[in-house]
């Protein structure tokens, strides 16, 4: 562990609100992320996957049932506050059934993973992915790997975007940790 890198952080992960994901024959045991704190609707894809390419067929989710003909996405109409039942006829695909506002934009499930880091409330000029320069808000150093560029970083309840990473490599080839400069 580097020296000085003792405060508390955490890499935030947002990604799209999953009720499930998995083949047609399981959708009676959703798999996904529990429910939204809000009214909601859903988000159905379905594809071919290995061994499972028959896209024609309906899936009900409540009391509202889509038809597919082919592989492809459809949204429900009617608003959820608790977790449907789900039901597939015909489908033997993947399915994703994802939860949507109710104005059709994906509402994202954030998972906050627990770093240690080293916090500069610091500035730095740097040459951002399009080649403009701009400046960090501030900068953190972190022996956690899986800090990337666009990542959400939170400090003391104040989100940054992390903007640029420096990695430090040791003697051996090792990283030893990774200096993110914060927007």
């Known amino acids: 562990m580097v020296i000085g890198i003792n405060q508390d952080a955490y890499r935030v992960d947002k990604a799209n609100w999953q009720i499930y994901n998995g083949l047609a024959s399981g959708v009676g045991t959703l798999n996904g992320d529990g429910l939204p704190a809000v009214s909601f609707r859903c988000a159905v894809t379905i594809s071919a996957v290995a061994g499972h390419a028959d896209c024609a067929g309906s899936i009900t989710i409540g009391s509202e049932t889509l038809t597919f003909i082919a592989a492809g996405k459809k949204t429900t109409t009617t608003f959820l506050s608790a977790l449907p039942a789900i039901s597939c006829t015909g489908l033997d695909c993947n399915v994703l059934v994802e939860a949507i506002t109710t104005g059709g ?20 000029a740097f040459m951002d992915s399009l080649g403009a320069w701009t400046q960090s808000q501030a900068i953190a150093d972190t022996t956690d790997s899986n800090c990337n560029i666009g990542d959400v970083f939170r400090f003391n309840s104040t989100d940054y975007n992390i903007g640029q990473i420096t990695c430090f490599i040791n003697s051996t080839g090792e990283e030893t940790y990774r200096r993110l400069y914060l927007r």
């Open 105 to 124: 934009t994906p509402i994202l499930k954030e998972t906050a993973t627990a770093i240690k880091c080293r916090f500069m409330n610091t500035q730095k």
